[in-house]
């Protein structure tokens, strides 16, 4: 089954405690993207890959790091993570961007205290 | 840069009635791709439709039905009898159809609730 997986799922936390999302889709996709989802701003894009090795900052990057060693795994890193970051995280993937239809993971839902 | 609006931040109907969520959006891009998300109270995003700007036929798929209209660069999207289960975040999306794309560019989303 064609699908983008998150781990965790639910994770609460406490300020300075480093901590990894894992994303991992099986499609083969070029493209991946985090976002995260906050009461009335929808989803911000935080960083995204556009290949293997290639990732860029989104419109939130502030506290996050990103890498792409394989093509199917895209984790998130909060090296130092902050009540602010209390948040919904997606994970996404397409073919590329231009037009193609992303495919979510399930979210994680994050608490920093 | 590109923004999406999507006005009503709730809407309140009762089961069998129909509902139109609006999208409006603005872009420089002289082609670009439209969606369509729903999020459910369970937090999965669920695509529901991808429409290029070059097609701005109508769509219809069972209760659901999307008028595009570029001339007002609009996207809105009508439930019609609606359900319960309907109940949900709905959320507009964009994206330029170049290989600058780098991003999906979200509305704030629609609550949609149906009552019994």
């Known amino acids: 089954e064609a699908q983008v997986t998150q781990n965790p799922r639910y994770l609460i936390t406490v300020t300075g405690k480093k901590l990894t999302v894992t994303c991992s889709q099986n499609?083969?996709?070029?493209?991946m993207s985090w976002y995260r989802q906050d009461p009335g701003l929808g989803l911000r894009q935080i960083y995204y890959s556009m290949n293997v090795e290639v990732t860029d900052k989104g419109d939130v990057p502030e506290g996050y790091k990103v890498s792409r060693k394989e093509k199917r795994n895209f984790p998130l890193i909060l090296e130092s993570p902050s009540p602010n970051q209390t948040s919904l995280y997606f994970c996404?993937?397409?073919?590329?961007?231009?037009?193609?239809?992303?495919?979510f993971g399930p979210g994680t839902r994050l608490t920093v205290l | 840069a590109q923004k999406v609006t999507q006005a009503q931040t709730e809407i309140s109907v009762v089961e069998k009635e129909d509902v139109t969520l609006d999208c409006v959006y603005e872009t420089r891009d002289t082609t670009y791709y439209l969606f369509w998300y729903k999020q459910p109270p369970s937090g999965e995003l669920v695509f529901l439709i991808r429409?290029?700007?070059?097609?701005?036929q109508n769509e219809i798929s069972g209760r659901y039905s999307w008028n595009f209209q570029k001339s007002t660069s609009s996207f809105n999207f009508t439930i019609t009898a609606s359900q319960v289960v309907d109940s949900a975040v709905y959320f507009c999306a964009l994206t330029p159809d170049s290989g600058s794309a780098r991003q999906l560019t979200f509305g704030s989303g629609t609550q949609l609730t149906v009552l019994p």
């Open positions: 499609m083969n996709h070029e493209y």
């Open positions: 996404a993937s397409s073919w590329t961007l231009a037009g193609d239809t992303q495919y």
């Open positions: 429409r290029n700007s070059f097609d701005e």
